[in-house]
């Protein structure tokens, strides 16, 4: 502003002095002293310009020095403010350490009188060591489960209700990395007493409960896992994924009897993921203590007290033996695995192959082998079709009939009705379901089954289920006739 003023007071100098002048000075005035005249008027000219320019830029620097000035203001008073609040905690803190100081002083108090009674008593106290920090009793624990009542009849036999199976299973996950888990199969039946001729009666009703499975898991790293315990062995995929209620059919498929379903052991399993297109190998490899001998000896059958001839294979080898002894049957534990290939095609459209095995002794003396293989398949198209099933084929060593291979197969299909998109009440929550089923136990005994029924879904988690099943069976073991049943199933 004060530029502005000393430039406008020059020019008006200038102007009143060439008025003032007499014209005939003007008259004298050459065309040079005028051209000179007219450069400097041009140069005061370009120097006010300049001083205008330079005034513009002192004024926006000004603005921003108040605008840095208002900043600095506004922090100044949030550290005045954080300075008053941490000389409050401060003062809290302070207040706080002199109660804890208190509070210790009235502990040693205590402690010394205690000392001194202790002292008195002569009695004598073991420090106590301190306790690991760990989760509540309650930490990430549920029940959950499946249980299932049936209703059916038998060819040959009377029809009755039966409360087949309630199944809890205890999960329980202590941290992100350790997870235990066990079901247990709790039944009710007839009980029995032995009569006078040496027949079994009924007396009664009695419940059993069986340790279906226990393992603790201990997840190393997204890859890998590792199980310890009465494990669901990975033979195939029916134990771990399609048993209970799981399955769409009330019972299981005929050929599963020649497998194991659980061993005791451990375990190493997991999933690799193969690039970005959802293709996923899983693999499973265990250690267990394999199937035993009821006898002891390695022949194919053994007699029991009533004089039936019974297979000598026996499943049921947990490391404590029937007469109270601890150690496995034979010297050398089983081992096998399962290797599957997931290939999702797109959603609801996938197909999964496996393939599985286990070999080991099975005799007490340990020089009779027992293995298994495996193959497994399920595909499934659109929300409504599965298609799924397995051919197991078995083998072993024995004394007297050389190598059996009790074998077969079965396959397994089901179809929703919702995909025929009808506008019909309750055709929706139906699906249909049907099987085929062989086996062959190796000593004789072969049978085959077919199998159709439906599913209702109450809900997601209740089922109304029926089937009839055509048995057909031949040899010392053959399977009862054919029957229908009805089971009401829910899973929670």
Not at 419 to 432: D, T
Request: net charge negative; hydrophobic share 35%.
């Amino acid at each position: 502003m004060k530029v502005r003023t000393n430039i406008s007071a020059l020019l008006a100098v200038g102007c009143v002095m060439g008025i003032s002048l007499p014209s005939r000075m003007v008259a004298e005035i050459s065309d040079e002293d005028f051209k000179t005249l007219k450069e400097q008027v041009q140069q005061l000219s370009d120097k006010v310009q300049k001083l205008e320019q330079t005034h513009e830029l002192d004024q926006q620097t000004h603005e921003l020095d108040q605008k840095q000035i208002q900043q600095l203001q506004q922090q100044l008073g949030k550290a005045q403010e954080t300075a008053t609040d941490a000389q409050q905690k401060a003062t809290a803190a302070t207040k706080m350490g002199k109660k804890v100081q208190q509070l210790e002083e009235q502990v040693g108090e205590t402690q010394k009188t205690v000392a001194e009674g202790k002292a008195v008593s002569g009695a004598q106290v073991q420090p106590v060591a301190p306790v690991p920090a760990g989760p509540l009793a309650l930490h990430n624990f549920a029940i959950v489960g499946d249980a299932e009542v049936q209703f059916g009849k038998t060819q040959g036999q009377h029809s009755a209700f039966t409360l087949a199976d309630f199944a809890p299973i205890f999960l329980f996950r202590a941290n992100d990395n350790i997870l235990f888990e066990a079901g247990f199969d709790i039944r009710l039946q007839n009980g029995s007493v032995t009569l006078a001729n040496g027949q079994t009666g009924n007396s009664g009703t009695t419940t059993t409960i069986d340790l279906s499975f226990a393992t603790l898991d201990y997840m190393l790293n997204d890859y890998v896992t590792v199980v310890a315990g009465d494990m669901l062995l990975p033979l195939g995929t029916y134990a771990e994924r399609s048993a209970g209620w799981l399955n769409k059919i009330p019972d299981d498929p005929l050929p599963r009897s020649v497998l194991p379903g659980t061993g005791v052991g451990a375990q190493l399993r997991g999933g690799i993921p193969i690039g970005q297109t959802g293709q996923q190998v899983n693999y499973s490899f265990y250690v267990a203590n394999g199937p035993g001998s009821v006898d002891g000896s390695g022949n194919a059958t053994f007699v029991d007290s009533s004089g039936n001839v019974l297979p000598n294979l026996d499943f049921g080898n947990v490391g404590i033996q029937s007469n109270g002894n601890r150690g496995n049957l034979h010297g050398d534990p089983g081992g096998g695995g399962r290797i599957g290939w997931f290939f999702p095609l797109k959603p609801h459209y996938d197909l999964e192959l496996g393939v599985s095995g286990q070999t080991g002794p099975w005799n007490d003396k340990g020089n009779r082998l027992w293995s298994a293989a495996v193959v497994d398949a399920a595909l499934h198209v659109t929300p409504y079709f599965e298609l799924k099933g397995e051919y197991i084929n078995t083998w072993v060593e024995t004394n007297d009939r050389g190598t059996l291979s009790p074998r077969g197969w079965w396959i397994q299909g089901a179809y929703k009705l919702a995909g025929l998109n009808l506008s019909l009440p309750f055709i929706n929550n139906v699906e249909l379901v049907t099987r085929f089923d062989r086996v062959d136990d190796g000593l004789g005994t072969r049978s085959h089954r077919e199998t159709i029924g439906y599913v209702y879904y109450l809900t997601n988690s209740l089922l109304f289920e029926g089937d009839y099943e055509w048995v057909h069976s031949r040899g010392p073991a053959a399977l009862p006739g054919s029957l229908w049943v009805f089971q009401l199933s829910y899973g929670f």
